[in-house]
């Protein structure tokens, strides 16, 4: 018997939403998809780049996520930034819409990914940034990097340089 790790492979991800947002907690969502849109996924031909999450007649949607046409579709294709529908439990979506009523929270879709064959959203709770909390986090962020710089020269017994 082998033990086989389940298979992730990642389509797309919003490297920027987790520079203009703080995220609070994230979901894995499943989405509702046509046979040309999984096929144009699976090539790697999607973007998260505009794309934001709410809530339409009880049910979570996803608008602006950008899926390319798939090349070998013939009248069978799809609209490219359609609204497609999130796939979650009741309990998590009035979990997440009691939070987003709140005020200041959004739904950021972060990464778009393949698990053991089924497409999945990564979706977060966030709250935005301001520009100077922007600064703060890269600035903390390249303290952190050399700090872990330092610590692995004084354990190898280099010197420091500079």
Known sequence: MSSRQPE???????????HDYTVLKTYEAGIVLMGT??????EGRASLAD??????????????????????????????RRTRKLLLHRVEIERILAKT???????????MYF??????VELALAQGRRSYDKRQALA???ANREIARELGR?????????
Do not use: C
């Open 51 to 80: 794309a934001f999450a709410q809530e339409r007649d009880g049910e979570i949607m996803l608008y602006g996520l950008h899926i390319a046409e798939y090349g070998f579709g013939t009248w069978t294709n799809h609209q490219p």
């Open 154 to 162: 004084h354990l190898k017994g280099r010197p420091r340089r500079g």
């Open 140 to 142: 903390e962020r390249d």
């Open 8 to 18: 992730r492979r990642l389509i797309a991800s919003n490297k920027r939403a987790r």
């Open 37 to 42: 849109e999984v096929k144009s996924l699976r």
């Open 101 to 111: 009523r709140e005020g200041g929270i959004t739904l950021v879709p972060l990464s």
């Open 115 to 120: 698990d053991n064959g089924w497409a999945k």
